[in-house]
Nanobody
Framework: QVQLVESGGGLVQAGGSLRLSCGAS????????MGWFRQAPGKDREFVGA????????RYADSVKGRFTISRDNAKNTMYLQMNSLKPEDTAVYYC?????????????WGQGTQVTVSS
């Protein structure tokens, strides 16, 4: 099974940008759709976006559409989340996971997460 490690989080002012990475090992990364989720304190984990195995199809939560972009580099076994125009409500721990090809089902192989904090 693919093991995942998220990185790239940090503290940024509202309106700023960050790029998160999700590195994979131990499996055929390029065979899987992948997704980003986030969890704010006291809230349930929520869907952010997903990308097909080829990168040709993406899906986003309405709350991030137009501000966040998911991409992947299968040669590097890495998925990215480019976050622009960040808002304080984007503050959360961000996680990645492998997903089913329908970009809905989850394999639940979560990494340790990376903290994103957006100050107002």
């Amino acid at each position: 099974q693919v093991q995942l490690v998220e990185s790239g989080g940090g503290l940024v002012q509202a309106g700023g940008s960050l790029r998160l990475s999700c590195g994979a090992s131990g499996g055929a990364f390029s065979k899987y759709a992948m997704g980003w989720f986030r969890q704010a304190p006291g809230k349930d984990r929520e869907f952010v976006g997903a990308i097909s195995w080829s990168g040709g199809m993406t899906r986003y939560a309405d709350s991030v559409k137009g501000r966040f972009t998911i991409s992947r580099d299968n040669a590097k076994n890495t998925m990215y989340l480019q976050m622009n125009s960040l808002k304080p409500e984007d503050t959360a721990v961000y996680y990645c996971t492998a997903m089913y090809s329908d970009l809905v089902g989850l394999f639940n192989n979560w990494g340790q997460g990376t903290q994103v904090t957006v100050s107002s």
